[in-house]
């Protein structure tokens, strides 16, 4: 049997080559390579395709988060408040921006903001939440947006797994002040190289974020603000606008493969992934508990099929976050849920045979 990759990227591209070799040649030949036609091209297009006023491009996700947060004006002695249970970057863009990351827990179903924890945590000095749409489930947003208007805080979502998620069917990313978006390659939408977006319905803002991200300059050399070098590539975004046609598409086909995962493993053992009545996900992971993580790894090597765990260790347990001053138990449901999680394969073009393999190696394990 050939191995089963967790994601196999170099499908897509030999799918896309042709059109796709030819778009970075174009780019390549034209000479624009910092916020050229392609780059401009691109921020339309995917302002259309999320239902945003305005996009603009930056140099990743980890970049969109922090400008973002700056562009809503948290700074130094501001809190934010975002969930134990993410991919690390989403807090690190808080400390980034000069603010204090308040880690909370997550739900046990959904695996986003527990909304009760969230309350618990506001302070005077909460400026913003970050909620993230994890694993391209959206995150409960209408009491979020509630606590919000209540307090004044800024709402930065990070939609890095979530392109093209619906919430009440209205796309994500498009709910708080900002949406902060990641092209990293393995994502829904990827670059072959580092990319992000930022997008937004404010004029103002958006304003705010194309000077932040070029050095503080709308003019050339005349600084308005101390800005930051963080832009898309226009290579990177050619590429991005040949596969944004194709992005619908393949999240219909994540969320075959996802239906079929959940159908082949009703009646295992295994924890699925639940879906909220609001929520169409967008199956950026297909995430799984396990009571035997170590066990069922191994049932999966041995049949040559790749595994991911998202995430081993939750980000206050990290040495890098130590100074938050939280332990073990600090954080309950995430640290129970962590050593139990387990991502199976999932990417647009996984067949429906791999699928079928994948769940047979769960089912008898
Ligand atoms: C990938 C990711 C990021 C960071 O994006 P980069 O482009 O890698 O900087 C932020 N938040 C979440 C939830 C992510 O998955």
Redesign the pocket.
Same mark, same amino acid.
């Given at each position: 049997m050939p191995p089963i990759q967790f994601v196999d990227l170099k499908r897509q591209y030999r799918n896309l080559q042709p059109e796709m070799d030819a778009a970075v040649l174009r780019a390549l030949g034209r000479g624009d390579y910092i916020l050229g036609e392609d780059t401009r091209e691109f921020e339309k297009e995917y302002a259309q395709f999320i239902g945003a006023a305005h996009c603009l491009g930056v140099?990743?996700? !980890?970049? &969109? =988060?922090h400008l973002a947060l700056l562009a809503a004006g948290v700074g130094a002695g501001d809190e934010v408040i975002v969930q134990a249970n !993410?991919?690390? &970057?989403?807090v690190? &863009?808080i400390s980034l921006a000069g603010a204090t990351p308040v880690l909370v827990d997550c739900d046990p179903e959904t695996y986003n903001l527990d909304l009760a924890a969230v309350e618990r945590a506001l302070t005077p000095r909460t400026k913003a939440l970050l909620p $993230?749409? =994890?694993y391209g489930q959206p995150a409960d947003l209408d009491p979020l947006l509630a606590i919000a208007r209540d307090r004044k805080l800024a709402v930065i979502e990070? $939609? &890095?797994?979530a392109h093209g998620a619906k919430y009440k069917g209205r796309t994500v990313g498009t709910f708080g002040d900002v949406g902060?978006?990641?092209?990293?390659p393995?994502?829904n939408l990827g670059a072959y190289g580092?990319?992000?977006a930022v997008v937004t319905n404010s004029p103002a803002l958006a304003e705010r974020l194309s000077l932040l991200r070029n050095y503080g300059q709308k003019v050339k050399y005349v600084h308005l603000v101390r800005g930051f070098n963080s832009r898309l590539d226009t290579v990177q975004a050619a590429i991005l606008r040949v596969k944004l046609p194709h992005l619908a598409r393949w999240n219909e086909q994540r969320r075959a493969a996802a239906a079929l995962y959940t159908e082949l493993l009703a009646g295992t053992r295994l924890v699925l992934p639940k879906v909220a009545p609001w929520a169409e996900p967008v199956w950026?992971l297909y995430v799984v508990q396990t009571d035997d993580r170590a066990g069922l790894q191994a049932a999966l090597d041995a049949e040559g099929i790749q595994h991911g765990i998202?995430y081993p260790v939750p980000v206050h347990l990290q040495e890098a976050y130590r100074d938050l001053g939280h332990r073990e138990g600090s954080f309950p449901v995430t640290e129970a849920m962590a050593p139990r999680l387990l991502s199976l394969p999932m990417f647009p073009e996984i067949t429906e045979e791999e699928v079928r393999r994948v769940a047979a190696v769960c089912a008898a394990f």
């Amino acid at each position: 049997m050939p191995p089963i990759q967790f994601v196999d990227l170099k499908r897509q591209y030999r799918n896309l080559q042709p059109e796709m070799d030819a778009a970075v040649l174009r780019a390549l030949g034209r000479g624009d390579y910092i916020l050229g036609e392609d780059t401009r091209e691109f921020e339309k297009e995917y302002a259309q395709f999320i239902g945003a006023a305005h996009c603009l491009g930056v140099g990743d996700g !980890t970049d &969109a =988060l922090h400008l973002a947060l700056l562009a809503a004006g948290v700074g130094a002695g501001d809190e934010v408040i975002v969930q134990a249970n !993410t991919y690390i &970057a989403s807090v690190l &863009a808080i400390s980034l921006a000069g603010a204090t990351p308040v880690l909370v827990d997550c739900d046990p179903e959904t695996y986003n903001l527990d909304l009760a924890a969230v309350e618990r945590a506001l302070t005077p000095r909460t400026k913003a939440l970050l909620p $993230v749409h =994890l694993y391209g489930q959206p995150a409960d947003l209408d009491p979020l947006l509630a606590i919000a208007r209540d307090r004044k805080l800024a709402v930065i979502e990070d $939609v &890095a797994q979530a392109h093209g998620a619906k919430y009440k069917g209205r796309t994500v990313g498009t709910f708080g002040d900002v949406g902060c978006f990641s092209f990293y390659p393995g994502k829904n939408l990827g670059a072959y190289g580092d990319g992000g977006a930022v997008v937004t319905n404010s004029p103002a803002l958006a304003e705010r974020l194309s000077l932040l991200r070029n050095y503080g300059q709308k003019v050339k050399y005349v600084h308005l603000v101390r800005g930051f070098n963080s832009r898309l590539d226009t290579v990177q975004a050619a590429i991005l606008r040949v596969k944004l046609p194709h992005l619908a598409r393949w999240n219909e086909q994540r969320r075959a493969a996802a239906a079929l995962y959940t159908e082949l493993l009703a009646g295992t053992r295994l924890v699925l992934p639940k879906v909220a009545p609001w929520a169409e996900p967008v199956w950026h992971l297909y995430v799984v508990q396990t009571d035997d993580r170590a066990g069922l790894q191994a049932a999966l090597d041995a049949e040559g099929i790749q595994h991911g765990i998202h995430y081993p260790v939750p980000v206050h347990l990290q040495e890098a976050y130590r100074d938050l001053g939280h332990r073990e138990g600090s954080f309950p449901v995430t640290e129970a849920m962590a050593p139990r999680l387990l991502s199976l394969p999932m990417f647009p073009e996984i067949t429906e045979e791999e699928v079928r393999r994948v769940a047979a190696v769960c089912a008898a394990f």
